[in-house]
């Protein structure tokens, strides 16, 4: 099944810096915490997008690591690079499909990793099928999405500023089914974990702005409910109108981002 995504850098820093702002929780810490990685790793993120999980793994080992991050976005590996520079880490950047097979060598990697972008693979049983192969025996793949109960607050604004259903998202819709069940069923062993932060919107300011970026990321994934510019615009101000009677009717804005953190044990 082929799912219509594309991401964009600064789309994607914008609902990364409002996590870090507005949420309690550090959800790398959360994942290192599990993860426990040993110096010396060989590491592989797919879809390692602007390189975050990357950098989060040379900081926690120090650089005694030897990771390559790998992404089908041009634009997405360009800031990813620019950031690796600026810190002087070691990390690699390659292009990377999940769909094709992975130029890697069988059981040459001791961890692998795909954070908020497997549930996009056209054919999930594939791709695990490349990662285990990859993987040495031992070797975890661990990957992290959204849950069903993720940002509903997000969804209930949108749904009752625009009267219509929300679309089925490739990521809530079906990681914790579908995806799960494909990994159990190439894996030997898999963990399930859960991650959630409550966001806290005192203003409906930074609320609209991870909207914006959200409903921006892929808008064919909402053409639902909207076409082109101006149709985008106008229904940005129908949410503007009630995510701020929502904040007239108390405190703050609150949207709890719920995670699965999958880790599967070859």
Same mark, same amino acid.
């Given at each position: 099944m082929s799912i219509p995504y594309r991401e964009t850098a600064s789309d994607l820093q914008t609902r990364i810096d409002i996590h870090q702002t507005y949420g309690g929780k550090d959800i790398d @810490?959360?994942?290192? +915490?599990?993860? =426990?990685? @040993?110096p010396g790793s060989r590491i592989l993120d797919v +879809?390692? !997008? @602007? !390189? /975050?999980q990357c950098l989060a793994f040379y900081r926690a080992l120090r650089g005694n690591a030897e990771i390559t991050g790998g992404d089908v976005s041009v634009e997405l590996l360009g800031e990813a690079e620019r950031a690796r520079a600026r810190e002087g880490a070691t990390i690699r950047y390659v292009p990377l499909d999940f769909n094709v097979p992975f130029a890697f060598p069988e059981a040459s990697l001791d961890l692998v990793s795909c954070c908020f972008a497997i549930y996009y693979a056209e054919d999930p049983e594939f791709t695990f099928r490349e990662v285990h192969r990859i993987l /040495? =025996? +031992?070797g975890r793949f661990f990957t992290t999405g959204p849950l069903p109960e993720n940002k509903r607050l997000f969804y209930e604004v949108i749904q009752e500023a625009t009267g219509r259903a929300i679309p089925p998202m490739p990521g809530s819709s079906r990681y914790g089914s579908l995806i799960l069940q494909a990994l159990q069923a190439q894996f030997r062993v898999v963990d399930v974990h859960r991650f959630e932060n409550p966001l806290r919107f005192e203003t409906a300011e930074p609320f609209l702005a991870y909207t914006r970026a959200s409903l921006s990321e892929d808008r064919k994934l909402w053409s639902g409910l909207f076409h082109g510019a101006d149709d985008f615009e106008r229904v940005m101000a129908q949410i503007e109108a009630v995510a701020r009677k929502r904040l007239n009717e108390s405190e703050a804005l609150v949207m709890t981002k719920v995670v699965g953190g999958f880790t599967a044990w070859k």
């Open positions: @810490a959360w994942m290192l +915490g599990i993860l =426990d990685l @040993a +879809g390692c !997008g @602007a !390189g /975050k /040495k =025996d +031992g």
